[in-house]
């Protein structure tokens, strides 16, 4: 018996030892980045409360939601792009996969993220609504629940 508590006494060790050896990522300060934050507990406030019935809201242009190159943005803990206003054809598709330009897999950077942490911020490369080239992006990330299942809810700033 002796021997199984030690065995879990450093489990637990080992655990607390990776997780706090976790990157963390330096949150911007910014009023534009609590702006941000705030949009996002909204908008996993409302997916809670409504579904998916909230992602038609989501998509509406020039709302608070979906304003210049600001937008929520939906994946669940799989990959799989639920909602994305500015890229359509990525929804119902994996992309625990998809890199930026600088080959950062930062869709299962996300994913890896919100299994340790309820909320966070992820730097990546990609571009603006209406372009092609992409620039730096800053996104705060958070867990919400989408019909009894852990989702990503996201959007992003372009510093």
């Known amino acids: 018996m002796q021997g199984k508590t030690l065995y879990s006494v450093r489990l637990v060790l080992l655990g607390a030892f990776i997780l ?3 990157e963390v990522s330096a949150q911007p300060q910014s ?3 609590k702006q941000l934050m705030a949009l996002v507990d909204k908008a996993a406030a409302l ?3 409504k579904g998916k019935e909230a992602f038609p809201e989501f998509r509406k242009k020039d709302s608070e939601w979906y304003r210049d190159s600001t937008y929520i943005f939906v994946i669940d803990m799989k990959g799989t792009m639920l909602m994305h ?3 359509p054809e990525l929804e ?3 992309q625990m996969d998809l890199k930026d330009t600088n080959g950062k897999a930062f869709v299962k950077e996300m994913v890896d993220i919100l299994k340790v942490r309820n909320s966070d911020w992820v730097e990546y490369m990609w571009p603006k609504p209406g372009e ?3 620039s730096r992006k800053l996104s705060y990330i958070r867990k919400a629940k989408l019909e009894g299942e ?3 809810v996201g959007s992003g ?3």
């Open 20 to 22: 706090s050896s976790l």
């Open 31 to 33: 009023e534009r980045a």
């Open 47 to 49: 997916i809670e409360s």
């Open 85 to 87: 206003p500015v890229k």
């Open 92 to 94: 119902g598709k994996n």
């Open 132 to 134: 092609t080239q992409s």
């Open 150 to 152: 852990e989702v990503i």
């Open 157 to 159: 700033l372009y510093p």
